[in-house]
């Protein structure tokens, strides 16, 4: 299983920024796809997860109504697009799938992609 993770990078504070993640090995439109990120100093947490099943959606109240998680089933790809960024925003943003939404918020057995950095400035 591979999940790659690319679109980070610098940006001002109140831009804008997507994300990608393209899963292969396994059966993508049967897996949760989630984003997770870890900020300077901090722990890995939570952002967004999406369901496979009905396409529900879950954010960490620090990003509610700024940060819409999507998937293209055809392409095998999730996005994170991201608005009204904030300085505390700046993190590795990591991918992960799991075979369900509560097996993702156990965080355990999951597979997790290698991490893009966000930047944002003030």
């Known amino acids: 299983v591979q999940l790659q993770a690319s679109g980070g990078g610098l940006v001002q504070a109140g831009g804008s920024m997507r994300l990608s993640c393209v899963a292969s090995?396994?059966?993508?439109?049967?897996?949760?796809m989630g984003w997770f990120r870890r900020a300077p100093g901090k722990e890995r947490e939570f952002v967004a997860a999406?369901?496979?099943?009905?396409?529900?959606?879950y954010y960490a109240d620090s990003v509610k109504g700024r940060f819409t998680i999507s998937r293209d089933n055809a392409k095998n790809t999730v996005y994170l697009q991201m608005n009204s960024l904030k300085p505390e925003d700046t993190a590795v943003y990591y991918c992960a799938a799991a075979i369900s939404i509560a097996t993702m918020f156990r965080n355990s057995n999951m597979y997790w992609g290698q991490g893009t950095l966000v930047t944002v400035s003030s």
């Open positions: 999406i369901r496979w099943s009905d396409d529900n959606t």
């Open positions: 090995g396994l059966p993508f439109s049967s897996y949760a």
